[in-house]
Protein backbone atom coordinates (compact mmCIF):
# COMPACT_ATOMS: atom_id res chain seq x y z
CA UNK A 1 0.00 0.00 0.00
CA UNK A 2 1.20 3.43 -1.04
CA UNK A 3 1.49 5.38 2.30
CA UNK A 4 -1.68 7.46 3.23
CA UNK A 5 -1.82 10.85 4.41
CA UNK A 6 -4.28 12.18 6.99
CA UNK A 7 -3.25 15.74 8.36
CA UNK A 8 -0.11 15.68 9.51
CA UNK A 9 -0.47 11.66 9.89
CA UNK A 10 1.14 9.27 7.47
CA UNK A 11 0.08 5.94 7.45
CA UNK A 12 2.40 3.14 6.15
CA UNK A 13 1.74 -0.74 5.97
CA UNK A 14 4.39 -3.59 6.35
CA UNK A 15 3.52 -6.63 5.38
CA UNK A 16 4.79 -9.87 7.25
CA UNK A 17 2.79 -12.67 5.72
CA UNK A 18 -0.92 -13.92 4.10
CA UNK A 19 -2.07 -16.79 6.00
CA UNK A 20 -5.34 -18.61 4.60
CA UNK A 21 -8.00 -20.85 6.59
CA UNK A 22 -10.59 -22.65 5.74
CA UNK A 23 -13.72 -19.94 6.28
CA UNK A 24 -16.17 -22.38 8.60
CA UNK A 25 -13.26 -23.17 11.12
CA UNK A 26 -13.20 -19.59 12.05
CA UNK A 27 -16.51 -18.43 11.47
CA UNK A 28 -19.36 -21.14 12.57
CA UNK A 29 -22.58 -20.45 11.21
CA UNK A 30 -21.85 -18.35 7.96
CA UNK A 31 -23.99 -19.23 5.30
CA UNK A 32 -24.29 -19.19 1.47
CA UNK A 33 -26.81 -16.42 1.00
CA UNK A 34 -23.78 -14.37 3.72
CA UNK A 35 -21.12 -15.22 0.87
CA UNK A 36 -23.25 -14.26 -1.90
CA UNK A 37 -23.69 -10.88 0.09
CA UNK A 38 -19.99 -10.43 0.35
CA UNK A 39 -19.93 -11.09 -3.22
CA UNK A 40 -21.56 -8.54 -4.01
CA UNK A 41 -18.85 -6.24 -2.80
CA UNK A 42 -15.72 -8.33 -2.20
CA UNK A 43 -14.71 -10.36 -5.09
CA UNK A 44 -12.03 -12.11 -4.23
CA UNK A 45 -11.56 -15.43 -6.03
CA UNK A 46 -8.92 -17.30 -4.36
CA UNK A 47 -10.74 -17.14 -1.33
CA UNK A 48 -14.17 -16.39 -1.33
CA UNK A 49 -16.89 -18.90 -3.15
CA UNK A 50 -20.43 -18.92 -2.55
CA UNK A 51 -20.41 -22.61 -0.96
CA UNK A 52 -18.72 -21.60 2.71
CA UNK A 53 -17.36 -25.14 3.30
CA UNK A 54 -15.26 -24.39 0.16
CA UNK A 55 -14.13 -20.73 1.05
CA UNK A 56 -11.60 -19.82 3.33
CA UNK A 57 -10.45 -16.80 5.07
CA UNK A 58 -7.02 -15.62 4.35
CA UNK A 59 -5.51 -13.42 6.95
CA UNK A 60 -2.85 -10.67 5.81
CA UNK A 61 -0.60 -10.06 8.91
CA UNK A 62 0.80 -6.71 9.00
CA UNK A 63 1.93 -3.67 10.81
CA UNK A 64 1.01 -0.06 10.79
CA UNK A 65 3.39 2.52 11.33
CA UNK A 66 1.88 6.05 11.83
CA UNK A 67 4.66 9.12 11.51
CA UNK A 68 3.28 12.30 13.39
CA UNK A 69 5.54 15.48 14.30
CA UNK A 70 8.55 13.44 14.29
CA UNK A 71 7.36 10.78 16.16
CA UNK A 72 7.37 7.13 14.61
CA UNK A 73 5.37 4.64 15.45
CA UNK A 74 4.34 1.04 14.88
CA UNK A 75 1.22 -1.10 15.58
CA UNK A 76 1.37 -4.59 16.49
CA UNK A 77 4.56 -6.83 15.46
CA UNK A 78 3.22 -9.59 13.57
CA UNK A 79 4.26 -13.03 14.55
CA UNK A 80 8.35 -12.68 14.02
CA UNK A 81 11.07 -15.00 12.57
CA UNK A 82 12.32 -18.22 14.24
CA UNK A 83 9.66 -18.69 16.99
CA UNK A 84 8.80 -21.64 18.24
CA UNK A 85 5.17 -21.91 18.17
CA UNK A 86 2.46 -25.09 18.75
CA UNK A 87 0.79 -23.31 15.19
CA UNK A 88 2.89 -24.91 12.75
CA UNK A 89 1.89 -22.10 10.07
CA UNK A 90 3.08 -19.78 12.12
CA UNK A 91 6.42 -21.42 13.76
CA UNK A 92 9.71 -21.25 12.45
CA UNK A 93 9.57 -18.11 10.14
CA UNK A 94 11.80 -16.65 8.19
CA UNK A 95 9.97 -13.85 6.74
CA UNK A 96 11.43 -10.39 4.78
CA UNK A 97 9.19 -8.19 7.82
CA UNK A 98 11.98 -6.32 8.92
CA UNK A 99 13.19 -5.64 4.60
CA UNK A 100 9.70 -4.94 4.07
CA UNK A 101 9.85 -2.31 6.85
CA UNK A 102 13.13 -1.04 6.12
CA UNK A 103 11.53 -0.66 2.13
CA UNK A 104 9.03 1.36 3.55
CA UNK A 105 11.75 3.68 5.13
CA UNK A 106 12.34 2.62 8.69
CA UNK A 107 14.99 0.88 10.54
CA UNK A 108 14.27 -0.75 13.99
CA UNK A 109 16.32 1.92 15.55
CA UNK A 110 13.68 4.63 14.47
CA UNK A 111 10.54 3.35 16.28
CA UNK A 112 9.88 5.17 19.15
CA UNK A 113 7.02 3.92 20.68
CA UNK A 114 5.40 0.02 20.06
CA UNK A 115 1.65 -0.05 20.42
CA UNK A 116 0.24 -3.90 20.83
CA UNK A 117 -3.83 -3.87 20.46
CA UNK A 118 -3.44 -6.96 22.34
CA UNK A 119 -1.16 -9.97 23.37
CA UNK A 120 -2.01 -12.71 20.87
CA UNK A 121 0.95 -14.16 19.14
CA UNK A 122 0.58 -12.93 15.33
CA UNK A 123 0.73 -8.69 17.09
CA UNK A 124 3.51 -9.51 19.64
CA UNK A 125 6.14 -11.42 17.70
CA UNK A 126 8.15 -8.85 16.39
CA UNK A 127 8.78 -6.94 19.17
CA UNK A 128 11.82 -9.49 19.78
CA UNK A 129 13.96 -11.17 17.46
CA UNK A 130 17.06 -13.65 18.18
CA UNK A 131 20.69 -12.67 19.03
CA UNK A 132 22.99 -15.27 19.65
CA UNK A 133 20.79 -17.85 20.76
CA UNK A 134 18.98 -14.84 23.02
CA UNK A 135 15.65 -12.87 22.61
CA UNK A 136 16.28 -9.37 22.44
CA UNK A 137 14.38 -5.88 21.78
CA UNK A 138 14.14 -5.69 18.06
CA UNK A 139 13.20 -1.84 18.44
CA UNK A 140 15.74 -0.99 20.42
CA UNK A 141 15.02 2.80 21.10
CA UNK A 142 11.55 2.32 21.52
CA UNK A 143 8.89 2.21 24.40
CA UNK A 144 6.73 -0.70 24.06
CA UNK A 145 3.25 -0.23 25.22
CA UNK A 146 1.24 -3.58 26.69
CA UNK A 147 -2.33 -3.02 28.24
CA UNK A 148 -2.70 -4.13 31.55
CA UNK A 149 -5.45 -6.19 31.20
CA UNK A 150 -4.17 -8.88 28.60
CA UNK A 151 -0.76 -8.47 30.68
CA UNK A 152 -1.95 -9.68 33.68
CA UNK A 153 -4.17 -12.29 32.04
CA UNK A 154 -1.58 -13.82 29.75
CA UNK A 155 1.35 -13.64 32.74
CA UNK A 156 -1.11 -15.86 34.62
CA UNK A 157 -0.49 -18.93 32.17
CA UNK A 158 -4.49 -19.49 31.33
CA UNK A 159 -5.41 -22.79 30.24
CA UNK A 160 -6.22 -23.04 26.31
CA UNK A 161 -3.84 -20.40 25.67
CA UNK A 162 -0.78 -22.54 25.31
CA UNK A 163 0.28 -20.10 21.94
CA UNK A 164 -0.33 -16.91 23.34
CA UNK A 165 1.59 -18.11 26.34
CA UNK A 166 4.85 -19.31 24.20
CA UNK A 167 4.46 -15.49 22.59
CA UNK A 168 3.87 -13.77 26.10
CA UNK A 169 7.50 -15.73 26.81
CA UNK A 170 9.52 -14.53 24.01
CA UNK A 171 7.97 -11.65 23.05
CA UNK A 172 6.94 -9.62 25.95
CA UNK A 173 9.08 -11.06 29.11
CA UNK A 174 12.39 -9.51 27.43
CA UNK A 175 11.51 -6.52 26.45
CA UNK A 176 10.06 -5.82 30.08
CA UNK A 177 13.69 -7.17 31.44
CA UNK A 178 15.10 -4.42 29.09
CA UNK A 179 13.36 -2.57 30.62
CA UNK A 180 11.70 -1.04 27.69
CA UNK A 181 8.05 -2.12 28.74
CA UNK A 182 5.23 0.18 30.08
CA UNK A 183 1.97 -1.59 31.30
CA UNK A 184 -0.94 0.77 30.30
CA UNK A 185 -4.72 1.79 31.00
CA UNK A 186 -7.29 1.04 28.28
CA UNK A 187 -7.96 4.98 28.18
CA UNK A 188 -3.50 5.08 27.67
CA UNK A 189 -2.86 8.73 25.79
CA UNK A 190 0.58 7.63 23.75
CA UNK A 191 0.93 10.76 22.46
CA UNK A 192 -0.70 14.73 22.85
CA UNK A 193 -4.21 13.88 23.97
CA UNK A 194 -7.04 12.10 23.59
CA UNK A 195 -8.97 13.89 20.32
CA UNK A 196 -5.91 15.17 19.13
CA UNK A 197 -3.08 12.54 19.20
CA UNK A 198 -2.53 8.61 19.52
CA UNK A 199 -4.59 6.93 22.49
CA UNK A 200 -5.54 3.57 23.07
CA UNK A 201 -9.85 3.46 24.01
CA UNK A 202 -10.90 -0.41 25.22
CA UNK A 203 -11.98 -3.11 23.04
CA UNK A 204 -12.26 -6.08 25.56
CA UNK A 205 -13.71 -9.30 24.00
CA UNK A 206 -11.31 -10.80 21.21
CA UNK A 207 -8.68 -10.93 24.15
CA UNK A 208 -9.67 -10.18 27.34
CA UNK A 209 -8.19 -6.40 27.10
CA UNK A 210 -7.64 -6.03 23.30
CA UNK A 211 -8.05 -2.22 22.76
CA UNK A 212 -8.26 -0.20 19.72
CA UNK A 213 -6.22 2.57 18.45
CA UNK A 214 -7.26 5.70 17.86
CA UNK A 215 -5.23 8.45 15.84
CA UNK A 216 -6.35 11.93 14.99
CA UNK A 217 -4.06 15.27 13.81
CA UNK A 218 -5.73 17.87 11.59
CA UNK A 219 -7.27 15.49 9.39
CA UNK A 220 -9.89 12.65 9.48
CA UNK A 221 -10.03 10.27 12.57
CA UNK A 222 -8.05 6.69 11.81
CA UNK A 223 -9.07 3.71 13.90
CA UNK A 224 -6.46 0.51 14.35
CA UNK A 225 -8.96 -1.79 15.23
CA UNK A 226 -6.73 -5.02 15.87
CA UNK A 227 -8.67 -8.18 15.88
CA UNK A 228 -12.19 -6.22 16.56
CA UNK A 229 -12.39 -7.89 12.93
CA UNK A 230 -10.73 -10.10 11.03
CA UNK A 231 -12.44 -10.68 7.96
CA UNK A 232 -14.74 -8.80 5.60
CA UNK A 233 -17.55 -11.49 6.24
CA UNK A 234 -17.74 -9.95 9.67
CA UNK A 235 -19.14 -6.78 8.53
CA UNK A 236 -22.35 -8.82 7.47
CA UNK A 237 -22.00 -11.51 9.99
CA UNK A 238 -20.79 -9.40 12.98
CA UNK A 239 -23.22 -11.24 15.29
CA UNK A 240 -20.97 -14.59 14.92
CA UNK A 241 -18.41 -15.29 17.66
CA UNK A 242 -14.61 -15.86 15.73
CA UNK A 243 -13.12 -18.72 16.66
CA UNK A 244 -10.86 -17.11 19.20
CA UNK A 245 -12.81 -14.59 20.57
CA UNK A 246 -12.32 -14.95 24.47
CA UNK A 247 -15.53 -13.91 25.20
CA UNK A 248 -17.87 -14.48 22.06
CA UNK A 249 -20.82 -11.98 22.70
CA UNK A 250 -18.63 -9.40 24.17
CA UNK A 251 -16.98 -9.21 21.42
CA UNK A 252 -19.69 -9.83 18.86
CA UNK A 253 -21.39 -6.30 20.86
CA UNK A 254 -17.90 -4.55 20.10
CA UNK A 255 -17.89 -5.31 16.82
CA UNK A 256 -21.14 -4.06 16.15
CA UNK A 257 -20.90 -1.19 18.31
CA UNK A 258 -17.11 -0.38 16.12
CA UNK A 259 -18.43 -1.17 13.23
CA UNK A 260 -21.59 1.70 14.06
CA UNK A 261 -18.99 4.25 14.86
CA UNK A 262 -16.98 4.02 11.95
CA UNK A 263 -20.06 3.85 9.66
CA UNK A 264 -21.13 7.13 11.42
CA UNK A 265 -18.04 9.15 11.98
CA UNK A 266 -16.64 8.61 8.57
CA UNK A 267 -13.51 6.79 10.26
CA UNK A 268 -10.74 5.44 8.34
CA UNK A 269 -10.28 2.25 9.26
CA UNK A 270 -7.02 0.39 9.48
CA UNK A 271 -7.77 -3.43 10.38
CA UNK A 272 -5.12 -5.66 10.90
CA UNK A 273 -5.55 -8.71 8.88
CA UNK A 274 -7.91 -7.56 5.73
CA UNK A 275 -6.06 -7.84 2.86
CA UNK A 276 -5.35 -5.25 -0.07
CA UNK A 277 -4.62 -2.13 1.19
CA UNK A 278 -6.60 -3.07 4.39
CA UNK A 279 -7.12 0.84 5.11
CA UNK A 280 -10.72 1.53 3.82
CA UNK A 281 -14.62 3.14 5.21
CA UNK A 282 -17.37 0.94 6.55
CA UNK A 283 -20.47 1.74 5.06
CA UNK A 284 -24.27 0.87 5.98
CA UNK A 285 -25.43 -2.01 4.25
CA UNK A 286 -29.48 -2.90 4.97
CA UNK A 287 -29.06 -4.55 8.37
CA UNK A 288 -25.43 -4.88 7.77
CA UNK A 289 -22.28 -2.98 6.85
CA UNK A 290 -20.19 -3.20 3.83
CA UNK A 291 -16.53 -2.20 3.21
CA UNK A 292 -14.80 0.22 0.58
CA UNK A 293 -11.17 -0.03 0.23
CA UNK A 294 -8.85 3.38 -0.02
CA UNK A 295 -5.78 3.41 -1.47
CA UNK A 296 -3.35 1.83 -4.03
ZN1 LIG B 1 -4.65 -11.24 14.97
Known amino acids: MQPLQLGRMRIHKVHEMDSPVP ?14 RLMRWYDQPDEIFAD ?16 L ?13 HKDRLVPEVSGLETRYLENLRAAGFAPEDIDIVMCTHLHFDHVGWNTRLDNGKWVPTFPNARYV ?22 FLDSIV ?10 VEADFCAYREIGDGIWLEPAFGH ?13 PPALFWGDV ?12 PFAFDSDGKVACDVRKATLERAAEEGVLCFPAHFRRTS ?4 LRDGDAFRYEFVGS
Open 23 to 36: LLSQLPGATREDML
Open 52 to 67: PEASFMTFSVHSWVIE
Open 69 to 81: DGQTILIDTCCGN
Open 146 to 167: FGRKDYEYFIANPEGEEVHAQA
Open 174 to 183: PVMEAGQGEI
Open 207 to 219: SPGCCTVNAKADG
Open 229 to 240: IHHPLMLIRHDL
Open 279 to 282: AGHV
